[in-house]
Structure formats: C-alpha cells, structure tokens
C-alpha cells in the first residue's frame, strides 16, 4: 500500500501562494493506471475536489479555481505539488493528496491569515 | 458541470438499522461513482467505486447501488463505528465533484 504525506507552510497570508507537496513512498508515481489528486476541505465544510494529474501527466483542473491552480510532478523525487495563488481567507482548508480515492495523505491544515 | 447532491443532509439512528444514503446526480455518469466514509479529523475512507463495487477490506454491511443519475448507499445493521459523514464523488468527467456529505449518527 502507497503512503502519501503533505507538508508545506501551515500560514499564509492573503494574496500570496499556497505551496504544497505531495511526498509518495511505498510505490512509484510512474508505476500504474493511477490519478495523484488535491482535495480540499474547509473547517466545518464538505469536501472539494481541485485537480490531478493523470499516470500520463494530463492534468485536470476544477474549473471553480480558474487560474489559480497549478499541479506539477517530480518524478525523479517521486512527488507531485499543487500551488495555488492570491489566496484569500476562503481558501483556508486542509488540503489531502490521494491516489485516486484509495490511498490518502493525512492532510494538511493551511490558515490564510495576516 | 454536473452537480451533485445528497439526502438526506443528516439523520439518526439506531444499531443494526438500515440505512440508506441517496446520491443524485443532475446529468448521466453510467456508474461513474464513488462512496467515502470519513471520521471528525481523518482522511476519507473509501467504500465503493463504480457505483456498486465494494472496496477490498470494508464490510460486506455497506453496499451501493444505482446508475445514471441516482444511487443508493445502503448500510445493513448500522454499528457504533459507522458514525461518520459520507459522501459521493462522481469521476466520469472533470471536475470530480463531490457531494455535500450525510452525517450519520446515534
């Protein structure tokens, strides 16, 4: 089984970049029919779906965050990240990275704060 | 893009109810769907996939059913460890909208 772990800043402030990574261990990011997905979800709220990267490194986006989003993957550190920016204090989330719907991260909070 | 929703938003009940959890989408997905169980603080769980195929690993007392537009989750004989909310995901198209969640609880 994959684990996956999110790190990166826990505050940020408004209209800055919301950098995140998506660390991939137990399995190759290359290996298998597999979408790496960000999923979002804001305190008390239900969850968002925000985008993947397909094992042929399409990427999709949600169309709610425009051109905010950008996905990348480093295979050569079996990674992938998201960046998201001029957040503002609605973007405030833990934010999840998971293969397909299966294996998850544990999250990550990210407060968008002065 | 497809809109997703889910009733009800809550409900109550009792160890070894049924239950059963709808999920509606507003255009077809075939059996584009997935199911999630998630905890106060955990990442979400998976449950089914392709709408009615029960993931590996979860009890046999979940099951999906339903095509198209509508779709049922069902829990036979409810257990203390099933209080959660639950949620839909449609993966036929992007985006992969989720829907609003159900709360199950006691």
């Known amino acids: 089984q994959v684990q996956l772990q999110e790190s990166g800043p826990g505050l940020v402030k408004p209209s800055q970049t919301l950098s995140l990574t998506c660390v991939v261990s137990?399995?190759?990011?290359?290996?298998?029919?597999?979408?790496w997905n960000w999923v979002r979800q804001s305190p008390g709220k239900g969850l968002e779906w925000l985008g993947c990267?397909?094992?042929?490194?399409?990427?999709y986006y949600n169309p709610s965050l425009k051109s905010r989003i950008t996905i990348l993957v480093d295979t050569s550190k079996n990674q992938f990240s998201l960046r998201l920016d001029s957040v503002t204090a609605a973007d405030t989330a833990v934010y999840y990275c998971?293969?397909?719907?299966?294996?998850w991260g544990q999250g990550t909070l990210v407060t968008v704060s002065s | 893009d497809i809109q997703m929703t889910q009733s009800p938003p809550s409900l109550s009940a009792s160890v070894g109810d049924r239950v059963t959890i709808t999920c509606r989408a507003s255009q077809g997905i075939n059996n584009a769907l997935a199911w999630y169980q998630q905890k106060p603080g955990k990442a979400p769980k998976l449950l089914i996939y392709r709408a009615s195929t029960l993931q590996s690993g979860v009890p046999s007392r979940f099951s999906g059913s339903g095509s198209g537009t509508d779709f049922t989750l069902t829990i036979n004989s409810l257990q203390p460890e099933d209080v959660a909310t639950y949620y839909c995901q449609k993966y036929n198209s992007v985006p992969f909208t989720f829907g609003p969640g159900t709360r199950v609880d006691f």
């Open positions: 137990g399995g190759s990011i290359r290996s298998g029919n597999y979408h």
């Open positions: 990267i397909s094992y042929s490194e399409t990427i």
């Open positions: 998971a293969r397909d719907g299966v294996d």
